[in-house]
């Protein structure tokens, strides 16, 4: 392993990505920062390749090097221009009640970031698209290479070469910078966005139930797996949560610029996928009835909803009609996937029966999921019953939850190919995040983080107050 090279890449991301939030004017903590920075600079950097290629720069180390040092220098300006404002994160020791939680997760990550380091990509998808690719371009410096002399009819396995250039060019970079196997930057993605979702967690509920709620989390056994298997699903679920997260903290502020954020999040999700489109179309439902409650006018609904939806049309456009188009020697045409019978309402029933009944809660879904449904249910019907009341945060986050849910069956009505086994059971990891933080927002689980609050306040009281009543007074001298 080039270990140079990969701190070159960490910093190079670092940069990038804080020039990038800098310029949106996002106010974070620091940790928050350090971690959203790495996230934004890995993705943003899965661009570099593909505008080599497109203006024939040959893909050699030494030009990974100038263009990707190049990039995050451009990009970093906004960072340069106010230096002195930077954030540094403040280190904070953990309470001894966390320990045995970061223990957990630290021992989990390490484990992922071995298989990413030790074991060669693997999955089906990626071995007959973008990692086939990637390995040629490597081999040829270019994108298009042999890896496209292959028999390309429309089928399964072919389809995969018409996907988001988003993997294969971070396994260039990685290829040639780091190691054979690239894959590193999906253990940058996984730690940087575990790390801020505890500190989302810790700031809404005590920090010993964020503790159990993150390994509650963890314990979905394919929502781990995908930390160290390259495919799509788990870096769009990373970049979908964002930015349906700072939706909901854009209702509360209003700022124009994190209006512009959460765009920019949807659009580089929708990069990744572009079934995020779609997603973002019925979140921007979500948006609307909620500004409408906000007594926004209908103008105003309008225009930030052209905003919101501004990033992903923009990036599904440079996806499909610029990469995609000068990438990939081949036509794709999508009319040839969708359902022929798009009247025949009853299928789609049938797709939201074998998504709950087939997959979420069947044999099958607790190997995928184990009872992580089972439980946030539990969660959701008990806090119906004892608090009756959903508050709004909780709320929001309950209506992306179910975003999710209906995106997945209308997609797999819509497209055939999207099968609830294989495309909706990866596509649900989305779910899985919001799940998670909806169970730490409900009123159940806000009573239980006081009282242990109230708990650990009373002890400190009476630790610091112990020394204080044993304390002699010195008797005074006649």
């Not at 620091?30 to 893909?59: E, N, R, W």
């Not at 973002?280 to 007594?295: L, V």
């Not at 089972?374 to 992306?400: C, E, H, P, Q, Y």
């Amino acid at each position: 392993m080039n270990l140079t090279g990969l701190i070159f890449l960490l910093f190079a991301h670092y940069f990038a990505g804080r020039g990038v939030i800098r310029l949106f004017r996002i106010d974070v903590d620091a940790i928050a920062l350090l971690c959203l920075s790495m996230m934004c600079g890995v993705t943003i950097h899965s661009f570099v390749p593909c505008i080599m290629d497109l203006i024939h720069v040959p893909l050699t180390a030494s030009n990974m090097y100038i263009w990707l040092g190049g990039t995050s220098l451009l990009l970093s300006i906004p960072l340069l221009i106010k230096i002195k404002e930077t954030k540094l994160p403040t280190l904070r020791l953990p309470q001894l009640y966390e320990v045995p939680f970061l223990l957990i997760f630290i021992g989990l990550g390490v484990i992922s970031v071995w298989r990413c380091w030790y074991f060669p990509p693997t999955p089906r998808d990626v071995l007959t698209g973008v990692e086939l690719i990637a390995e040629y371009a490597v081999k040829e410096k270019t994108m298009i290479n042999s890896a496209f002399s292959v028999d390309v009819r429309l089928n399964s396995a072919a389809n995969n070469i018409f996907k988001s250039p988003f993997i294969t060019s971070l396994q260039v970079i990685y290829k040639l910078l780091v190691l054979p196997f690239g894959q590193l930057w999906l253990s940058i993605l996984f730690l940087s966005f575990t790390t801020w979702f505890y500190t989302i967690l810790r700031q809404v509920v005590h920090p010993l139930l964020a503790g159990m709620l993150l390994l509650i989390y963890f314990a979905v056994p394919d929502l781990y797996a995908y930390t160290y298997i390259i495919l799509y699903d788990y870096s769009n679920m990373v970049f979908f949560f964002a930015g349906y997260y700072f939706m909901m903290k854009y209702m509360s502020s209003g700022k124009v610029n994190e209006l512009l954020w959460v765009s920019f999040l949807f659009g580089l999700a929708t990069y990744i996928r572009s079934e995020t489109l779609v997603l973002a179309a019925f979140s921007i439902a979500i948006f609307a009835i909620y500004m409408y409650r906000d007594k926004v006018s209908i103008k105003q609904i309008v225009i930030r909803g052209g905003i919101f939806m501004a990033g992903p049309l923009v990036f599904n456009f440079i996806l499909s009609n610029i990469l995609i188009k000068y990438l990939v020697p081949y036509k794709f045409k999508l009319g040839d996937l969708l359902n022929p019978n798009m009247t025949d309402i009853g299928l789609l029933f049938d797709k939201f029966h074998e998504l709950v009944f087939g997959l979420m809660f069947s044999p099958k879904g607790q190997a995928v999921y184990a009872h992580f449904y089972i439980f946030f249910l539990v969660v959701f019907v008990a806090d119906l019953i004892l608090n009756r009341k959903i508050s709004r945060s909780a709320g929001m986050t309950l209506w992306g939850v179910l975003i999710v849910f209906i995106t997945l069956g209308v997609l797999s009505f819509l497209i055939p190919s999207h099968t609830v086994i294989n495309s909706a059971k990866r596509g649900l990891f989305k779910l899985i995040p919001l799940a998670t933080l909806y169970m730490a927002q409900t009123g159940l689980l806000q009573k239980l983080s006081g009282y242990l609050q109230n708990r650990e306040n009373r002890v400190k009281e009476a630790a610091t107050a112990q020394p204080a009543a044993n304390t002699k007074q010195p008797k005074k001298k006649k």
